[in-house]
């Protein structure tokens, strides 16, 4: 029990000092200084990917690492910042020149199969920690694009938080034992049930009642994928046989552990925002 409440007071400081960082840049840098500073952080994710991602014998060798990881972030920053048609050719390109390293960086007596895996796994990746978190930085410079990104924090982060409670006192029938063991039925319903009393509460406070015609269903959708990509995250790091994926943030583990939900759920409140207003 002390470990338990140990954990949480770690997990909680560490919140609060993420919080109180997200305050303090989007109130003197604005916008585009939280878009800087979460583009940082969530270059990090992909670094992490490189030990969770892919299956026990098949990691990547060290230039291989590098080319991944410099194509990844050329395909970020080319989706957040500039308009879609780039964007989607910058898939094309760091897709093209990643698979070609792919062939001519491997040893020639590489197996077939174990470089079709690697083909695979490094996509995987691609959507994962470099398309998927665009969304949030294109939400976060659109039209009133803090207070969307708020909601994003919000839908995700009490989602969590209600779920952690409602699963330690009603949690009894598991979810998806073997993905991730602690997970219950309860703490899934709860999250969903934080994820749309935040929504509901923000969304009338920043954009009017009217608006939660839309929020409101695009909050639980996002709530739902949100824990779907805590899911996702346990599965690749019980398959690689590790418990998180970094350790930049004591009790949390590395960004993807924290961040996980952001990933699934920001392009359904990236099309929220278009639609809402």
């Not at 990917?49 to 050329?74: A, T």
């Not at 910042?81 to 590489?110: D, H, K």
């Not at 949690?171 to 034992?177: E, H, S, V, Y």
């Not at 993905?179 to 009338?204: D, E, H």
Request: glycine fraction near 12%.
């Amino acid at each position: 029990m002390n470990n338990r409440y140990a954990a949480l007071q770690a997990r909680v400081v560490s919140a609060v000092i993420a919080v109180v960082a997200l305050i303090f840049t989007g109130y003197f840098a604005g916008a585009l200084g939280l878009a800087a500073l979460s583009s940082i952080v969530l270059l990090l994710g992909m670094v992490e990917y490189l030990d969770i991602g892919f299956l026990p014998g098949h990691s990547l060798p060290g230039n291989l690492r590098v080319i991944y990881v410099g194509c990844s972030v050329f395909l970020f920053l080319a989706l957040s910042f500039l308009g879609l048609n780039e964007g989607f050719t910058a898939f094309g390109l760091a897709t093209v020149i990643y698979l070609s390293a792919v062939l001519w960086v491997l040893n020639r007596s590489t197996p077939i199969l174990l470089i079709r895996s690697l083909f695979f796994s490094s996509l995987v990746g691609f959507v994962y920690t470099a398309i998927l978190p665009s969304f949030a930085i294109r939400t976060l410079l659109g039209g009133n694009g803090i207070k969307w990104f708020v909601l994003l924090l919000a839908v995700v982060f009490a989602g969590d938080t209600a779920a952690y409670f409602a699963g330690l006192k009603f949690g009894k029938q598991k979810l998806m034992p073997e993905v991730s063991p602690k997970k219950t039925v309860a703490g899934a319903v709860g999250g969903l049930a934080g994820s749309v009393l935040s929504a509901g509460i923000l969304g009338a406070w920043f954009f009017g009642s009217p608006s939660l015609v839309v929020i409101l269903p695009g909050a639980a959708v996002a709530g739902f994928l949100a824990q779907s990509g805590d899911l996702f995250e346990s599965l690749l790091k019980r398959t690689c046989g590790v418990k998180d994926s970094g350790k930049i943030m004591p009790g949390h583990g590395g960004v993807l552990d924290r961040l996980d939900g952001i990933y699934f759920a920001a392009p359904v409140i990236y099309l929220v925002s278009k639609w809402a207003l």
